[in-house]
């Protein structure tokens, strides 16, 4: 299956990938940590545009062949690059669920957004102003929202199981197109 995790710098979304990963036994694929690979090898400078992504895509195509499950995360901004995730598991016959992580409290995201750290070298983060600045696009379909406001993260693990088995035991089966909304 496929998974897409997307959500606002500090919302919790790679706290929560990394756990769904362990969990479920799923490759994590992180586009942070592509994009600062990128940059590491002098290829390009933040913000580097659409070459995370599309690096992205290709490892979760090929890992999906694989038949391994994959955890896509990315803040996931625009409807093409959702559009673009989907179509990767649709391609492979993968069932897919779309996930956005919010943080409903904006004293406590603010908060997370100040106050964190980053585990991949170098890579900078951004303040509270270029979150609320941050160009946004509304989801134009159903999708799952998890919203990890006051809860810590093993609480908003169970929430997005307990969503995603829903969502991939709807009606008509897990296929991908069956699977992608809520």
């Given at each position: 299956m496929l998974i897409v995790i997307g959500g606002l710098p500090g919302t919790g979304k790679t706290t929560l990938a990394r756990l769904l990963a362990a969990r479920v036994g799923a490759v994590h694929l992180r586009i942070d940590t592509i994009e600062q690979?990128?940059?590491?090898?002098g290829l390009a400078r933040h913000p580097v545009g659409p070459a995370g992504y599309v690096i992205g895509y290709a490892l979760a195509?090929?890992?999906?062949r694989q038949g391994l499950s994959v955890i896509a995360e990315s803040v996931n901004p625009l409807v093409v690059t959702r559009d673009s995730w989907r179509s990767i598991g649709v391609r492979a016959a993968v069932p897919v669920a779309e996930v956005e992580v919010v943080c409903s409290d904006?004293?406590?995201h603010r908060n997370r957004v100040t106050t964190r750290s980053t585990d991949i070298p170098d890579l900078?983060?951004?303040?509270?102003?270029q979150v609320l600045d941050r160009d946004y696009e509304p989801w134009n379909r159903e999708h799952i929202v998890i919203d990890t406001a006051g809860q810590d993260p093993r609480q908003?693990?169970?929430?997005?199981?307990?969503?995603?088995?829903?969502t991939l035991r709807m009606p008509g089966g897990p296929g991908p197109e069956a699977a992608s909304g809520v």
């Open positions: 690979a990128i940059v590491r090898s195509d090929e890992h999906l904006p004293d406590e900078p983060l951004p303040d509270w102003q908003s693990l169970a929430a997005l199981l307990r969503r995603l088995d829903h």
